[in-house]
């Protein structure tokens, strides 16, 4: 496992971060990182991945952060609404993103705007933790595949796996013992030239998905020694709800009209 060393300023709050959270992951899962090299060294450039467990971000993080990079993120505007957890965030040069929302169009200039000054910015296309029974990548979302097409930047593919076992989805109290193995592993970057070279419309930027996604499925087919399904999950087809938990009931609609009085 080769570590390149951090060739980018930090920061305060990247430094706080790394001290607080790079020990305890250290402490509590071992890890098995694989050719994090292919993260380019310098410029803009995305990297993409699965997403099987609300901790991903922090063992994203870390990957990142041992092969020489700062990661941003495109993280839900919730988390920016706790004064303390929003002033760290933005310090660190997070970008909120009002997901399902038509807000979302900032978060992408932003993005865009962070490829341009040379950030490394983490995706998760599938947009929310995996729906597939299986845990395998889901239909993915545009803004990946769009931001590249944008900006021309290289698109690093990396599949995971052991992240789930941390902390299962949808649950809140992690499985330290015994200690889990996460292992990521970066691809080469995804064939995009053909596509950026052609007119922005939602063909090229549909094919753009579909590809990064396949790459990312190849990677985590590599890592579990099985063979993906040949249809990706699409969770709008088959009515599961977009974002939050699957499997909370949804909310009653609220009554607005008032009863009418007895006579």
Partial sequence: MRVRKLDQPRGWAVTFAAALIKPTLLAATSRTWIDGEKIPATGGCIVALNHISHVDPLLSAHFVY????????????????NKAIGGLL????QIPVERLSRNAIGAYDA????????????????GTLTRDPGMWPMKGKTGA????????????????WGAHEVLPPYTRTPHLRPRR???????????????VARPTSPEATAE???????????????????????????????????????HDEPHPARQHTRKKRSP
């Fill in 66 to 81: 041992d092969h020489g990079r700062i990661p941003r993120y495109l993280a839900k505007s919730g988390l920016f609404s």
């Fill in 90 to 93: 933005t310090a660190a040069g």
């Fill in 111 to 126: 993005a865009v705007r962070a490829i341009g000054e040379g950030e490394c910015l983490v995706i998760y296309p599938e």
């Fill in 145 to 160: 595949a769009r931001i590249a097409l944008a900006t021309g930047c290289p698109v690093i593919p990396v599949g995971q």
């Fill in 181 to 195: 193995t996460i292992v990521m592993k970066a691809g080469d970057p995804v064939p995009l030239d053909d596509l």
């Fill in 208 to 246: 753009a998905t579909g590809r990064i996604m396949d790459a990312i499925t190849s990677l985590v087919a590599d890592l579990r020694g099985e063979v993906a399904p040949t249809e990706r999950y699409d969770p709008r087809a088959t009515g599961v709800r977009e974002i939050g938990n699957p």
